[in-house]
């Protein structure tokens, strides 16, 4: 999914893209997060599965196991990229591809 939300509006993101840069996380878990999570990044689930994998409790592959198995986050953030979709087809912006 694309994502409205950037490392210049988004905090979380910023903090994310750090630890990227710094080494502290890898740019697949780093990927899966952002494009998976593109309205709710601080979901309570993933806040916690990152700082689990900042501390050294779990391992990335884990950590996007079990936030793949959390149906209703996903099915909820697709849900709410589809419907921005339909509400700016009806206003006229550009689609989000």
Known sequence: MKTLHNTKNCNYRRYLHTKLKHGK????????????????????????????????????DKAIQSLQKDDNELRRQKEMMQSNIECRKKIGWKQIN
């Not at 494009?35 to 689930?45: D, V």
């Open 25 to 60: 996380i890898s740019g697949k878990f780093y990927k899966f997060l952002c494009r998976n999570f593109p309205y709710r990044l601080t979901a309570r689930s993933v806040s916690d599965m990152v700082n689990r994998v900042l501390n050294g409790v779990m391992s990335e």
